[in-house]
């Protein structure tokens, strides 16, 4: 059957440090890989797209990597604050993104 | 330019009860998908709208609904709730970006059955 897994314990990291989430699929094969981020009680917001012939991709302080054959990806926050503090979702796109699989999300705690 | 708008916000029901909940896309988008997420758990696609047809469904019952609407706002329904179906129900709409398309969602409406 189709799984998407995350850490389902929180993440703790001390401010300033880099947070690294993992997303791992199986019996998929998504065309793009989508990550999102949720704040308690509301709906997720959109952070980065990856594609599935694309191995990184970068956006001010975070980055993505996407390796199709572990069937995995990477996402990482550098330097990270307080207001990091979230749960981060993972979704598989097959290509049309009004369908989106999502992960069961890990939450990143950042501290002082 | 307001976002994604769902209304109730909150809503506490009966088991057995009916409930429809609200959805006010974007303006300009024309594709509306609903998801529902259970506490502790990433969100489950229930259906998805596009120009007043139904483009895909998920895995939940009969008693799962939905209607799109010529100004593309759109409304879910469900019928004989239980307990399970506690829940945040999110709506997304969608904005086609080339071969890909990004969702905006809602705030959504915190649903509970007791």
């Known amino acids: 059957s189709q799984k998407i897994e995350q850490n389902s314990e929180a993440l703790n990291i001390q401010e300033g440090k880099t947070a690294t989430l993992t997303c791992n699929y199986t019996n998929y094969s998504p065309a793009y890989l989508q990550w999102y981020r949720q704040d308690p009680g509301r709906g997720p917001v959109f952070l980065l797209l990856i594609r599935e012939n694309e191995k990184e991709k970068r956006k001010e302080r975070l980055k993505v990597t996407f390796d199709t054959t572990l069937k995995q990806s990477l996402f990482h926050i550098t330097a990270s604050q307080p207001a990091d503090s979230a749960t981060y979702l993972c979704?598989?796109?097959?290509?049309?993104?009004?369908?989106?699989?999502f992960g069961t999300g890990t939450r990143l705690q950042v501290t002082l | 330019d307001a976002g994604v708008t769902q209304s109730p916000t909150h809503l506490i029901k009966t088991r057995g009860q009916q409930v429809t909940l609200r959805c006010s896309p974007i303006s300009g988008h024309k594709s509306v998908s609903w998801y529902q997420q259970v506490l502790g758990q990433g969100p489950q696609f229930i259906f998805q709208y596009y120009e007043k047809e139904e483009r895909g469904r998920g895995n939940f019952p009969d008693r799962f609904s939905a209607r799109q609407f010529p100004n593309y706002s759109s409304e879910l329904n469900v019928n004989a709730l239980l307990l399970g179906d506690s829940a945040l129900y999110l709506c997304a709409s969608s904005l086609v970006r080339g071969e890909w398309t990004e969702a905006f969602f809602g705030q959504g409406t915190r649903l509970t059955v007791v």
């Open positions: 979704a598989l796109d097959t290509g049309t993104a009004s369908k989106l699989t």
